[in-house]
């Protein structure tokens, strides 16, 4: 019979690609070779980590919420996510890839958790972490 199994966060890279929308470039905090998103079923997950309108604000924030899935060793349960989404004119980059086709270059930077309680503090760490990337350029 599945049981309650503690979820350890985990830590997920969201890029808005020009041709292909909203997408997951990299996750932190799994074994390699898994991918959250495709094991449990989140196609979403890119869009609302990176909502439609992010383009009109420096930085933002998102929260949401995902489900589990069950497995045979742990019972399904809801998840929550909170993304801190930030932008930066594609002028000012240092090195300027191919790809990057738009005036804005896009990323959000989001936590899968179990809990939604350490969100207000954890808001503030992301807003950081973000600036600070972005401020690499």
Known sequence: MPKHVAFVPVVCVVGFHHARGPEIETWYG??????????????????MALSDGAHTS?????????????????VATSLFGISCTRQLDSNDLIKR?????????????????????????????????????????
Request: glycine share 2%; proline share 9%; hydrophobic share 35%.
């Open 30 to 47: 799994v074994e390699d070779g898994t991918d959250p998103a495709i094991e449990n079923d989140w196609p979403f997950l890119p869009f």
């Open 58 to 74: 420096t930085e933002d924030f998102s929260y949401f919420t995902l489900r589990q899935r069950e497995t045979p060793d742990r």
């Open 97 to 137: 890839p191919n790809d990057v086709t738009r005036s804005t270059v896009q990323k959000a930077l989001v936590v899968v958790a179990d809990s939604p309680h350490f969100f207000g503090p954890l808001r503030e760490k992301l807003s950081l972490v973000t600036r600070a990337w972005f401020a690499q350029r």
